[in-house]
Nanobody, 125 residues
Framework: HVQLVESGGGVVQAGGSLRLSCTHS????????MGWFRQAPGKAREGIAG???????YYADSVKGRFTISHDNAKNTGYLQMNDLNPNDTGMYYC????????????????????WGQGTQVTVS
């Protein structure tokens, strides 16, 4: 049974930082890729960062240079370090995993990812 659990969300002032964690079970870390998505109220879910099995990282333009995705296979945990946050970063943040990156992974498309967490709320004031 695959399970992903996000943590680390909260309320932060503009310019501040947060680190989100995604602890997962039920699949082999080294054989899967991870992505982070967010959804602001009234908006569609947006892919913001992805990391392939080989460690290559991909970012949406909206977060490039501010957010960093990483993964620790030994801990079965992925991370999203978020710096220089602004109110536009407010939303529910989700981690997701897939074994098959495909072309959709490069575009951070949600349909590429099979397994999803329940989300953690980030609010930037």
């Amino acid at each position: 049974h695959v399970q992903l659990v996000e943590s680390g969300g909260g309320v932060v002032q503009a310019g501040g930082s947060l680190r989100l964690s995604c602890t997962h079970s039920g699949y082999t870390s080294s054989r899967h890729c991870m992505g982070w998505f967010r959804q602001a109220p009234g908006k569609a879910r947006e892919g913001i960062a992805g990391i392939r099995r080989d460690g290559d990282e991909y970012y949406a333009d909206s977060v490039k240079g501010r957010f960093t995705i990483s993964h620790d296979n030994a801990k079965n945990t992925g991370y999203l370090q978020m710096n220089d946050l602004n109110p536009n970063d407010t939303g529910m943040y989700y981690c997701a995993a897939t074994r098959a990156w495909r072309n959709g992974g490069y575009r951070l498309e949600s349909g590429t990812f099979n397994y999803w967490g329940q989300g953690t709320q980030v609010t930037v004031s």
